[in-house]
């Protein structure tokens, strides 16, 4: 999935994931990175670029297990792992995204909670900068975009459940 972020505006292809919410890409300086085709973003060369701090909304809506405060920096950082044992360790920032940048109507939406992760590895692969969170927890892309989506949409009704992050839907019946 194409995405760029950042002011100039970067290219970046995340792996749409609907198992988990935080969106994340590689991000200089790096650690330990995967090696990916695409350049990491840099978020010294984005003008939009924000550092969350900690205790702030959106590094609470981490769990517990997931967040790190940098008390040095007052600023929000991550530690995530998925089933597969990849992993994201890094910054929880602001960034502007912009979706269909290179076609001729791109839609930004700033301050947009993401990632930027400096220690990532696992099994990715080399055509993705890192994930695009589709959960539906508080910090989904999906979440994050809510009230810019059209609400004429048609859409399954999906049923709120603990944990969020998982999509449910209620089934009626079977028919055989």
Same mark, same amino acid.
């Given at each position: 999935?194409?995405?760029?972020i950042?002011? +100039? @505006?970067v !290219?970046?292809? $995340? /792996?749409?994931?609907?198992? #988990?919410?935080?969106t994340w890409?590689?991000c200089? @300086?790096c650690?330990?990175?995967?090696?990916? %085709?695409? +350049?990491?973003?840099?978020?010294r060369?984005?003008?939009?670029? %924000?550092?969350? +701090?900690?205790?702030s909304n959106?590094?609470?809506?981490?769990? !517990? =297990?997931?967040?790190?405060?940098?008390?040095?920096?007052?600023a929000?950082?991550?530690?995530?792992?998925? $089933?597969?044992?990849?992993?994201? %360790?890094?910054? /929880?920032a602001?960034? %502007? &995204?912009? /979706?269909g940048?290179f076609?001729? =109507? @791109?839609? #930004? &939406?700033p301050?947009?909670? &993401? $990632?930027?992760?400096?220690?990532?590895?696992?099994? &990715?692969d080399?055509?993705?900068?890192?994930?695009?969170?589709? $959960?539906?927890? +508080?910090?989904?892309? /999906?979440?994050?975009?809510? =009230?810019?989506?059209?609400?004429?949409?048609?859409?399954?009704?999906l049923v709120?459940?603990?944990?969020?992050t998982?999509?449910? *839907?209620t089934l009626?019946?079977? !028919? *055989?």
């Amino acid at each position: 999935m194409e995405i760029c972020i950042g002011t +100039p @505006p970067v !290219s970046v292809f $995340g /792996i749409a994931d609907t198992g #988990s919410d935080l969106t994340w890409v590689q991000c200089k @300086p790096c650690e330990e990175c995967y090696e990916q %085709k695409t +350049p990491l973003f840099d978020p010294r060369k984005s003008s939009t670029y %924000k550092n969350v +701090p900690c205790g702030s909304n959106s590094c609470n809506a981490l769990d !517990s =297990s997931d967040r790190v405060c940098n008390q040095e920096q007052n600023a929000c950082e991550n530690s995530y792992s998925y $089933g597969d044992r990849s992993f994201t %360790k890094g910054n /929880i920032a602001l960034e %502007k &995204f912009t /979706i269909g940048v290179f076609t001729r =109507s @791109p839609v #930004s &939406f700033p301050n947009l909670v &993401f $990632g930027c992760g400096h220690n990532n590895g696992g099994t &990715f692969d080399y055509l993705g900068s890192g994930i695009v969170g589709l $959960g539906g927890g +508080p910090l989904s892309l /999906i979440k994050q975009l809510e =009230s810019n989506i059209n609400a004429d949409a048609v859409s399954t009704p999906l049923v709120d459940k603990d944990p969020s992050t998982y999509y449910h *839907v209620t089934l009626e019946a079977v !028919s *055989v």
